[in-house]
């Protein structure tokens, strides 16, 4: 884990020094909006003139960023002479400047875009302002490729953040169904690590001490109401999930996951969450050891439970047609083999076919 963390309370505004030894002139990367509405880029804007530091700002990243956004960012970074990236926002944000870190030091061709062998990104410090994604300790970049009608992952060593700034203070006015999807998205990863075979006594550490954190703030996510502790707790839980799945990976969760969000507009974290229940369901009888391990960070027995709970939190109403049960599964069994090859519960295309056909519309084609 080569990302140094600095957590807590104006965290960001007492470290200028990690600004001022990051680079010349900074290429901040956040969204059109909620950087500036959470006040995190003002305290940026704050830092850097403190520092005099120059700074330019890319602020056209989309929720699920695009292939063509993070071409874009890297040209726009090299014309302006950026030496390195402060990312400000949620996971799409934070994973569009890892791509546009990368780009803007390679000309990559976009056919190569995925394939990984990476020798070079502009050094990094992530700000996230959700607690869910994880993706400033994480060295994935996810994109969405609507040549293939889903998110593609590009990965590698060099797309670690050199620092990350863990403050719940950006997230105090995060909508409520922001806040609950986001947090599923941790809980998912933590989980979801511990189903990796990649997973190890040190990620699984640091997964059970994220579930649990997480667990402890089901009340809040069920009554929406959070206070500045209940912030810092969920931010710190998403961290440490985001250095688990950093070791192992995701599973095939988050394939599925990818065409509820393309195809359905389904957030990222509750597109997660609409099978993560039924996914431990499957292992309960493949590896029950280690299902009830995960539970009982949960304060549940049973897979059901979690099912009910994600149920009763994310009052699903996603519907899918038959078609596009048959047309998921499809995508899902051919870009997530090796998430499916990586997972200590072994699961079949009826399987995947299945969790899907659980959001099924009765008679529709
Ligand atoms: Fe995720």
């Known amino acids: 884990m080569p990302v140094r963390v600095y957590s807590g309370a104006n965290c960001l505004l007492q470290h ?13 990367v956040c969204g059109r909006n909620s950087a500036k509405r959470c006040g995190v880029f003002a305290d940026i804007e704050k830092i850097l003139k403190e520092t005099g530091q120059d700074f330019v700002a890319f602020d056209r990243v989309e929720p699920n960023p695009s292939i063509e956004t993070v071409y874009e960012g890297a040209a726009f970074a090299r014309s302006e002479g950026a030496d390195f990236i402060v990312a400000a926002g949620g996971g799409s944000p934070m994973d569009a400047a890892k791509a546009i870190a990368v780009l803007a030091c390679a000309s990559i061709p976009r056919e190569a875009l995925f394939q990984g062998n990476y020798v070079k990104a502009l050094p990094m410090i992530h700000i996230p302002t959700t ?36 403050d719940g203070k950006y997230m105090a006015q995060l909508p409520y169904r922001t806040t609950v999807h986001t947090a599923v998205d941790a809980l998912s990863h933590a989980a979801e690590g511990m189903l990796s075979n990649k997973s190890s006594r040190f990620s699984d550490a640091l997964a059970k001490q994220s579930l649990q954190m997480i667990t402890a703030q089901f009340p809040a996510l069920e009554i929406g109401r959070f206070d500045a502790a209940a912030r810092q707790s969920l931010l710190e839980a998403s961290a440490l999930a985001g250095m688990v799945i950093s070791q192992t990976g995701t599973t095939v969760v988050h394939t599925m996951g990818y065409s509820f969000t393309y195809f359905l507009g389904t957030d990222h974290g509750r597109a997660n969450g609409l099978t993560l229940g039924q996914f431990l369901a499957l292992g309960e009888a493949q590896c029950p050891a280690r299902i009830r391990e995960i539970l009982s960070c949960l304060g549940m027995t049973k897979a059901a439970e979690l099912t009910v709970f994600l149920r009763k939190l994310l009052q699903p ?7 596009q049960v048959r047309k998921f599964t499809e995508i899902t069994m051919k870009r997530g083999a090796k998430k499916l090859s990586d997972c200590m519960i072994r699961v079949s295309e009826t399987d995947i076919m299945n969790l899907y056909a659980g959001y099924r519309q009765e008679g529709v084609k």
């Not at 109403?317 to 078609?323: C, G, P």
């Open 16 to 28: 200028p020094e990690v600004f001022a030894a990051a680079g010349k002139k900074a290429l901040i």
């Open 131 to 166: 607690a869910g994604t994880g993706s400033e300790l994480t060295p994935y970049a996810i994109l969405t490729d609507d040549r293939i009608e889903t998110k593609m992952t590009m990965s590698g060593p060099v797309m670690f953040p050199k620092a990350a700034f863990l």
């Open 317 to 323: 109403d996603e519907r899918l047609s038959e078609a």
